[in-house]
Nanobody, 127 residues
Framework: QAELVESGGGLVQAGGSLRLSCAAS????????MAWFRQAPGKEREFVAA????????YYSDSVKGRFTISRDNARATVNLQMNTLKPEDAAVYYC????????????????????WGQGTQVTVSS
């Protein structure tokens, strides 16, 4: 069975950085999309960033563009999210998601389209 396991969350001061990782197993990525979402308690699940596995093409939400970078490591079958210049509003549980087949970048922000989800990793940003 496919598994996604996030790691790297923690407590950071506003303006600081964190690097999240998502380790994937039981998946192929030649025609897949990997993404990061986040969700604060009582809030809607929010798209953060996505990467097309084959090409490495990336897509970001407006709220994180220029601050966050999503990348892939084919050898380790991992997807990373480098988060810089963190803001208190970035605090949330961050989830890794995987889509088995191709979807357009115009659909990346729809969480219901993804096939697999990790357990989440907590990111806390202090003022």
């Amino acid at each position: 069975q496919a598994e996604l396991v996030e790691s790297g969350g923690g407590l950071v001061q506003a303006g600081g950085s964190l690097r999240l990782s998502c380790a994937a197993s039981g998946l192929t990525f030649s025609s897949a999309v990997m993404a990061w979402f986040r969700q604060a308690p009582g809030k809607e699940r929010e798209f953060v960033a996505a990467i097309r596995w084959s090409s490495g093409g990336t897509y970001y939400s407006d709220s994180v563009k220029g601050r966050f970078t999503i990348s892939r490591d084919n050898a380790r079958a991992t997807v990373n999210l480098q988060m810089n210049t963190l803001k208190p509003e970035d605090a949330a549980v961050y989830y890794c998601a995987a889509k088995k087949v191709y979807i357009s970048s115009t659909n990346y922000h729809y969480p219901n389209l993804y096939d697999y989800w990790g357990q989440g990793t907590q990111v806390t940003v202090s003022s």
